[in-house]
């Protein structure tokens, strides 16, 4: 099949898009508000954008009643130039999921999730203190794009917590914690196995 998006409907029981990209990493963003306080919220438009210096992005779709132009992370944001990004671990997946609901700005999602808050060395808010990493971001570029309410926040990260137990020699171990991943409709996946390539003319 083909459809146009601006023009056709997909004919589809659901929008195929976000099902077709995927798996998409999770970027669990907590902030802080002008008042000094705490959110928590998951987005799976997310990802690293560079390595030097390390670049991260997420973007917000929708709005809420008490924020129109976006959700309270961007609003956060906007305000105070920093957030924190945690990764979400299979263990963590409900707690995550709890801190996805509409509430109302100033609700603290840490606390209605269970959540311990860790201290960043960088920025101000607060981090996923179980979280198996974590990276402190100060804002680089808020970018509006097509679209009520869409917007891509490009953060720099600096600063970058690693969860002692996750490294196996060395290496950060995704199997230690298995990281979750946003699929299409309410679907989810976590990593259980790797494999391996080497580049061509890679040994």
Known sequence: MFYRPSQDPHGLPHNPF????????????????????A??????????????????MFS??????????????????????EFVVNIVSSALVDA??????????????FDLAGL??????????PRVAASPGAFECKLWKVIDLPGASNVMVIGEVVGIHIADDMLNNGIFDVTRYQPVSRLGYKDYARVETL???ARPGQS
């Open 18 to 37: 976000k099902a077709m990209v995927s798996p998409r990493p999770i970027g669990w963003i907590s902030t802080l508000d002008a008042q000094g306080r």
């Open 60 to 81: 917000n779709t929708g709005s809420k009643p008490d924020q129109p132009a976006a959700k309270d992370s961007v609003a956060n944001i906007r305000a105070t130039g």
């Open 195 to 197: 494999f391996s390539l």
């Open 96 to 109: 995550m999921n709890v801190s996805s609901g509409g509430y109302d700005a100033g609700v603290d999602e």
């Open 116 to 125: 311990e808050k860790g201290q960043c060395h960088e920025v101000k808010p």
């Open 39 to 56: 959110n928590l919220a998951p987005y799976s438009f997310f990802n690293a954008l560079a390595d030097e210096p390390p670049m991260v």
